[in-house]
């Protein structure tokens, strides 16, 4: 069905309107950081929804649609980073079926919204060499939330009884922080002196992968990971990284990465992919996660609009 575009369907300088019509979870999303994005105006303000080109709802924080009318040829777009275990709407398809567009973390989705890093982290991190691995314990953790629909703060809790594991987050901690904390950047420096990373996701589905499986590949360390089943179309090689799926448990797993910790040459072939270079799938989704979000949505109003014109 075509879709009634109007003149009022943008803003004064000409522009679509995009409207963000809640909050990211009690934050107003930032609007400055998508001002370089000069085919449409981002908006918070409310009042500008009766001439919205499209109106983004962060599903997480979403309040009753119930009572709201979309206007005449206006999208509605379902925003959510989130895990659909934690948000099942975004499974539920009676629901979905309010909304015209979905930015999401999934890849089936209208747009990709991915934690993958850019390429240019990836560069650098081939061209630079592994860091010593100079810390006692061959493992580190930093979960600070214990938000756990898949069990694994219980997996953590009994492989730290058969591992040493460093914890600096809230959850487990037994490390405290010799520096200020600087956000990412502190992150990686931690991370780095060890030979391992615990990289669990709070919750299992398809694609919900997030920076925790990312991060340890920049600074040479191996994530060893439980989430999203398909994980191994996450890896920027072959044998990058430990699935604690495939071990039949906790103390199966401490097993094997004693075993690493005390035999270097195995340890060194979770690195052969540095060697070898980004895999071709890999390098694939970094140019899929490679265009913002919200340039590719009003790279879609915008033709939506020319389309409606003609």
């Not at 009022?8 to 998508?34: C, K, Q, V």
């Not at 979905?96 to 650098?124: G, H, K, V």
């Not at 920049?218 to 191994?232: C, E, H, K, M, Q």
Request: net charge neutral; aromatic share 12%.
């Amino acid at each position: 069905m075509r879709l009634f575009w109007r003149a009022a369907n943008r803003g004064r300088d000409g522009r679509p309107i995009i409207l963000f019509f809640n909050d990211f979870f009690g934050d107003p999303p930032d609007t400055e950081s998508l001002a370089h994005i000069g085919g449409c105006t981002f908006t918070t303000d409310r009042r500008t929804i009766a001439r919205a080109a499209a109106v983004v709802f962060h599903i997480p924080s979403l309040p009753n649609l119930s009572k709201m009318r979309k206007r005449r040829g206006q999208l509605w777009v379902a925003w959510s980073m989130e895990s659909e275990v934690h948000y099942p709407q975004l499974a539920d398809q009676a629901f979905m079926q309010n909304f015209d567009l979905t930015i999401t973390y999934q890849r089936s989705a209208d747009i990709w919204c991915s934690y993958l890093p850019n390429a240019a982290a990836f560069e650098r991190a081939l061209a630079t060499p592994i860091p010593p691995k100079t810390d006692d314990a061959p493992v580190v953790m930093l979960q600070t939330s214990t938000i756990d629909r898949c069990g694994r703060n219980r997996f953590a809790q009994e492989l730290m009884s058969h591992i040493k594991i460093d914890s600096f987050g809230r959850f487990l901690n037994n490390r405290q922080l010799e520096t200020t904390d600087r956000g990412h950047e502190t992150k990686l420096a931690l991370i780095a002196p060890y030979k391992f990373c615990i990289a669990f996701e709070n919750s299992i589905a398809v694609d919900y992968v997030t920076e925790k499986f990312f991060d340890p590949f920049l600074v040479g360390t191996v994530p060893i990971y439980r989430g999203a089943s398909n994980i191994d179309m996450f890896a920027p090689g072959d044998n990058a990284f430990i699935d604690a799926s495939k071990f039949s448990g906790p103390r199966d797993l401490a097993d094997f990465l004693n075993h690493l910790d005390s035999d270097q040459d195995a340890y060194r072939q979770f690195f052969k992919w540095r060697e070898i270079g980004l895999s071709a799938g890999f390098n694939r989704l970094l140019l899929a996660a490679s265009k913002e979000p919200f340039c590719q949505l009003c790279e879609i109003v915008r033709e939506r609009q020319a389309m409606a014109r003609r």
